[in-house]
Nanobody
């Protein structure tokens, strides 16, 4: 059974940085495109970024130039480096397949950006 475990969230001031990690198990990780998603209070879950490999990535317009998605196939882990964080980035962040909901959602990791 596929399991996704997110970590690395926290509270930061605007302009700060965080690096999220998602450890995957129960799948042949290198064969799967992955994605990061987020859900803010009272809003629907939205796509943040997807990755096929470290040379094939896509980003939501709201995070382009600030966030970087990457993966380490040897560690079955996908990362999200978030720089220049803004209050509107506050949300619970989840990883999943590039198609959302392909696997059971993990517990997510909370990111809070406030002064």
């Amino acid at each position: 059974q596929v399991q996704l475990v997110e970590s690395g969230g926290g509270s930061v001031q605007p302009g700060g940085s965080l690096r999220l990690s998602c450890a995957a198990s129960g799948m042949i990780f290198p064969r799967n495109a992955m994605g990061w998603y987020r859900q803010a209070p009272g809003k629907q879950r939205e796509l943040v970024a997807t990755i096929i490999n470290n040379y094939n990535t896509n980003y939501a317009d709201s995070v382009k130039g600030r966030f970087t998605i990457s993966r380490d196939n040897a560690k079955n882990t996908v990362y999200l480096q978030m720089n220049n964080l803004k209050p509107e980035d506050t949300a619970v962040y989840y990883c999943n397949g590039a198609v959302p909901g392909r696997w059971p959602w993990g517990q997510g990791t909370q990111v809070t950006v406030s002064s």
